[in-house]
């Protein structure tokens, strides 16, 4: 999932891509998913690429890290 929302944002900045990867990699791919939720911002057409299950995380009281882009998530119409 991580991956995938790392490609979604259309991240074209090699420094914060390098940073997602290494979070993926050191096991906290929750903190990828947060910098590229973050790199999309309110972008409906980027974020429809974004896995479904980014916006279950958003709506999961477990995570409330991820609670900030609830709203917006919420609007997302996802195209997989």
């Known amino acids: ?3 995938s ?3 979604a944002s259309a991240c ?3 420094i914060r ?3 997602m990867q290494d979070a993926i990699d050191c096991g906290e791919p929750d903190l990828a998913i947060i910098d590229a939720l973050d790199i999309a911002g309110d972008d409906m057409q980027r974020l429809s690429h974004f896995p479904q299950q980014v916006r279950d995380l958003a709506n999961d009281p477990e995570w409330p890290e991820f609670h900030r882009f609830r709203d917006t998530l919420n609007k997302v119409e996802f195209n997989n």
Request: no cysteine; glycine share 0%.
């Open 1 to 3: 999932m991580a991956e």
């Open 5 to 7: 929302s790392m490609a």
């Open 12 to 14: 074209t900045d090699e």
């Open 17 to 19: 891509r390098d940073i």
